[in-house]
């Protein structure tokens, strides 16, 4: 066997939200899962996360709500404004009007903490085995898959899981997902929000800017703020300083918005990101073969402008869950639930990537599509931004 491993049943390459939650849901079924992660240690970047409830209906099963609820935050209120004018546009209530509609309430978070809690769950689980300092470097997919790391050890499983997040090298079976860069860049930063007006430390706040737009929300009850800025900005990410001195600097961005300009002023760094432009899924072969199955951001890498990406992520992990049980008292055919998972999400994948991409869009309209689109939002707003199709939780109950 030289550096084989002996073949076990599933691996998984990423211990983020897909790969922890997918190994979590798999160990009630009584399923091992051997999950390999290239970070050495447990931190993953501390930028905040929008939990919508549909994320936390699919959370709720895992027995972990209670330690996120604690240190999470309930906006009250989804605002949103013209980063160019005075006042607000418009706003709908989440806080207890979405745990009344849809069973689940609306969380900011911080990802470090979803992430440290799965972790915590998942090693406290004796089916879940997580190798750190491993990255898997290709997946050769035959009669089994052969996880090959970048030490040169090869494992072997019957299965895998492929949840190594938006950047997966391995999601190239079909070039429509292919990711590269889009022309926008994205500032972040997380600041102690104490001296800021209420309207920004008790919601979501979105303002919509000509070619920018910012999003902030507590990450906390201690008023941390997650802001976040998407500029269109074709440069390379090395630009660090152009980027900074335009975006720190409301005057240029010609700001009105008084709120904004209090949050801009209380920004002394960030962090600059790259925007991934992704495709668009078009047949439910790009996430499976017989012995695969990609889920999370590596099978459908997603705009962040919908903030549903780890909600997504643990969707799949709940339908993957639900398309096992559903089958556990006649052979257990893996790669036929691959396939029928496949072909269950891929209309909800397509949705969310076509949405969270026109909504990009949209926050960031100029001349006469901008005055449109602020008549449509103070007109019917509630209607506009409130997304059943979203939160409520049918495409999995039903399963
Ligand atoms: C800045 C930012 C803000 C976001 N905000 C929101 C939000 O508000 N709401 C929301 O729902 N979603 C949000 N998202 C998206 C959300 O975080 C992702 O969709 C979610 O983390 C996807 O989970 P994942 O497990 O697929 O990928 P990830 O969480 O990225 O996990 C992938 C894991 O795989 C590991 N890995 C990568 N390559 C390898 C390899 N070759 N071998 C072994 N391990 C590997 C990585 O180290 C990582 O731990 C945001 C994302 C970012 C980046």
Redo the contacts with the bound molecule.
């Keep these: 066997m030289g550096n084989h491993s002996k073949r076990e049943m599933l691996g998984a390459?990423?211990?983020?939200?897909?790969?922890l939650s997918a190994s979590l849901y798999i160990a009630k079924l009584g399923i091992k899962t051997h999950i390999?992660?290239?970070?050495s240690g447990t931190e993953?970047?501390g930028?905040?996360?929008?939990?919508t409830p549909n994320?936390l209906y699919s959370l709720a099963p895992l027995n972990v709500l209670d330690d996120l609820i604690a240190e999470s935050f309930f906006p009250e209120k989804l605002i949103v404004s013209d980063a160019h004018l005075p006042g607000q546009l418009n706003s709908i209530q989440l806080k207890g009007e979405m745990e009344h509609k849809y069973g689940f309430p609306y969380l900011t978070s911080s990802?470090n903490l979803l992430h440290k809690i799965l972790l915590k769950r998942a090693n406290q689980e004796s089916l879940i085995k997580i190798s750190f300092n491993?990255?898997?470097?290709s997946t050769k997919d035959e009669n089994a898959v052969i996880c090959k790391t970048d030490l040169g050890k090869n494992f072997s499983f019957k299965y895998v899981l492929v949840?190594?997040?938006?950047t997966?090298k391995f999601t190239s079976h079909d070039s429509n997902i292919r990711l590269g860069f889009s022309d926008a860049k994205?500032l972040?930063t997380c600041l102690s929000g104490k001296d800021l007006p209420l309207g920004i430390l008790k919601n979501i706040n979105l303002w919509m800017g000509k070619s920018f737009h910012v999003v902030s929300y507590p990450v906390n009850n201690e008023s941390d703020l997650n802001v976040v800025i998407v500029k269109k900005n074709k440069g390379p990410l090395g630009d660090k300083k152009k980027l900074e001195n335009e975006l720190l600097n409301p005057r240029l961005l010609s700001v009105r918005n008084q709120n904004l300009t209090y949050l801009l002023k209380g920004v002394t760094s960030w962090s600059v990101?790259p925007l991934y432009r992704t495709g668009i899924i078009t047949k439910p072969t790009q996430i499976h073969s017989r012995n695969s199955l990609y889920i999370?951001?590596?099978g459908h890498p997603?705009y962040?402008h919908l903030?549903?990406?780890?909600?997504l992520?643990l969707e799949d992990s709940h339908t993957l869950y639900k398309l096992l049980h559903r089958c556990r008292n006649d052979k257990l055919n893996i790669s036929k639930v691959f396939q029928n998972f496949a072909e269950l999400r891929i209309r909800r994948y397509q949705r969310m990537q076509v949405e969270s991409r026109l909504n990009g869009n949209i926050f960031q309209q100029q001349g006469i599509l901008r005055l449109i689109r602020n008549m449509l939002v103070k007109n019917f707003g509630p209607k506009l931004m409130e997304k059943d199709w979203i939160y409520e939780n049918r495409n999995i109950s039903r399963i």
């Design positions: 390459v990423g211990a983020g939200i897909a790969g390999f992660e290239k970070r993953v970047d930028v905040g996360i929008q939990l994320a990802r491993s990255k898997i470097i949840c190594n997040g938006i997966s994205v972040r990101w999370g951001d590596a997603l962040p903030a549903q990406g780890a909600a992520a």
